[in-house]
């Protein structure tokens, strides 16, 4: 085997500490270096946060983790935001230092949709540079769009995709359980809602990303995120969000998206209403924080042999 792949980690919230704990049990990849704006964490061994983790100081930019380092090139695994526009100056600094960009961000997973100019600029920037930049993970990234396209291939006359993923927020980590709204009340989740950011980031992404590689070009909408409430309780116990895209001649996608912590039962589940029918579902649902950390890795197995410039899942190679 060639020598391990080095990567540094930027931004050592949950997922990034995840991403880490996974990737020292990878022998294809070695973590030279991690980046935090933490006060609490900068400058402190990365071992004091994960157990077995190297002994490597925490930085505040990915220029003195690269310089720390001191390896050429290697990949940047990157954990910062949902957003593209507030974190694309991160992946630029990224590019300027002469690493590829693994990144959790959702709105990078299908940017040319929703940030078409900062989408442009980053896959400029990335041929120049030779690197190679996709955004990734479990969803979206994987169970709304790549899983359901490659589900896809193996049935023809398609008529419709559906997939519904239904989850408990209270298995999972503290952040994601405020971005659903488990636990306040109805008014603060209608505060909330009215003032953006709120909710799960990536649906329009992952629709356009399947319908992309089903080939179909959605002009009609619809987007629905309401609370999830139950009889008798004050407190909401999280969001649903709905989103339907259709293409002028009827084809549709439809992503179902619940957080909801009166759920009796989680799921994933993928329906393709083609010939033949096909359903694929995960009873008990697929833990996206685990998933994450693996999708993650498996594109830092393989982006060095990806084409260059901004790259979508759908781009990267299996092995």
């Known amino acids: 085997m060639s020598a391990p792949l080095p990567v540094i980690v930027q931004g050592l919230g949950p997922i990034g500490l995840r991403v880490i704990e996974a990737a020292l049990g990878d022998p294809f990849l ?37 310089v720390d380092s001191r390896s050429d090139g290697g990949i940047l695994i990157h954990c910062t935001g949902s957003y593209l526009d507030k ?9 300027r230092q002469d690493l590829h960009v693994v990144s959790t961000c959702e709105e990078l997973s299908f940017a040319h949709a929703r940030h078409p100019e900062i989408a442009a600029g980053l896959d400029v920037l990335a041929r120049r540079a030779e690197r190679t930049v996709v955004g990734t993970g479990v969803n979206p990234g994987f169970l ?9 291939s193996i049935s023809h006359s398609i008529k419709s995709v559906s997939v ?16 659903v709204g488990m636990g306040i009340s109805k008014a603060q989740w ?12 990536g649906l329009e992404e992952s629709a356009r990303l399947l319908a992309y590689a089903l080939g179909w070009k959605l002009t009609d909408w619809r987007h629905d995120m309401v609370p999830c409430e139950v009889d008798g309780q004050e407190l909401v116990a999280g969001t649903l969000e709905t989103l339907e895209g259709s293409t002028f001649d009827g084809h549709t996608v439809r992503l179902h998206f619940e957080a909801n912590a009166s759920v009796d039962e989680e799921y994933d589940e993928i329906v393709v209403d ?19 950390a693996a999708a993650v890795l498996r594109a830092c197995r393989v982006i060095p042999h990806t084409r260059r410039g901004l790259m979508t899942v759908l781009d990267l190679p299996l092995r």
Request: overall charge negative.
């Open 164 to 179: 519904r993923r239904v989850q408990d927020p209270s298995r999972r980590r503290v952040p994601f359980q405020e971005k």
């Open 190 to 201: 209608d505060e909330k809602n009215a003032g953006g950011g709120f909710g799960h980031v």
């Open 87 to 95: 974190v694309s100056g991160q992946i630029e600094e990224a590019l």
């Open 30 to 66: 070695e973590v030279v270096g991690a980046v935090e704006v933490n006060p609490e964490m900068v400058g402190h061994s990365l071992s004091e946060f994960v157990e077995g983790a190297p002994e490597i100081a925490i930085r505040q930019s990915v220029a003195a983790a690269r």
């Open 144 to 152: 709304m769009d790549a899983l359901p396209a490659s589900l896809s």
């Open 274 to 292: 083609g010939t033949p029918p096909l359903t694929l579902r995960f009873e008990g649902g697929v833990f996206g924080d685990d998933a994450t």
